[in-house]
């Protein structure tokens, strides 16, 4: 993704978060990386991200990891040009370590995405797949995520 498309796209995000889902906006995450194969995500450590252990609060890294995979979703659907809605099946999360700095959030199924997007576009049908997204600190694996998006595709 070029850099205005980045640019674009967090502006896109903080939008969202301003006037449609506040606590986005509330934990101001920031993209790193948004393309055909990847987004990363980062949510810095601070006073409204942490917990009374000074380490992110686990509300917050639900938050970065629906973001990671919603984000790539968004990303796929959009490249699409068709109206297909998005939301989460179910979440499952393994907490591994304390996050006590800024998290990165990692989905890398951007290819499966694609073509369940065009699956869900050819066959009118609901479309679930689950997306692994690993939240690091430090370059460390703090917390693993697994959510299953799922996908229609609404004709007008």
């Known amino acids: 993704m070029r850099i205005n498309t980045l640019f674009k796209a967090n502006f896109v ?16 995450p920031k ?4 393309d055909d194969e990847k987004c990363i995500l980062r949510i810095k ?21 629906d973001l990671a995979c919603g984000m790539l979703g ?14 989460f099946k179910d979440m499952k999360a393994d907490f591994l370590k304390r996050p006590d ?5 990692m989905c890398t199924q951007g290819a499966e995405v694609k073509k369940m997007v065009e699956i869900a576009i050819n066959t009118g049908e609901r479309q679930s797949i689950p ?9 460390d694996i703090v917390s693993e995520f ?10 007008k």
Request: with cysteine.
């Open 74 to 87: 968004l990303y796929h659907i959009q490249e699409s040009g068709k109206n297909i809605s998005l939301v």
């Open 13 to 28: 995000l903080r939008v969202f978060g301003l006037f449609k889902i506040p606590v986005i906006g509330f934990v101001n």
């Open 131 to 139: 997306l692994k997204i690993e939240a690091k600190c430090k370059g």
């Open 45 to 65: 450590l601070k006073r409204r991200t942490k917990n009374h252990l000074n380490s992110m609060y686990l509300g917050v890294l639900a938050v970065g990891a």
């Open 31 to 34: 993209l790193i990386q948004l």
């Open 101 to 105: 700095q800024d998290v990165d959030f």
């Open 146 to 155: 697994t959510l299953t998006l799922s996908l229609k595709y609404r004709s």
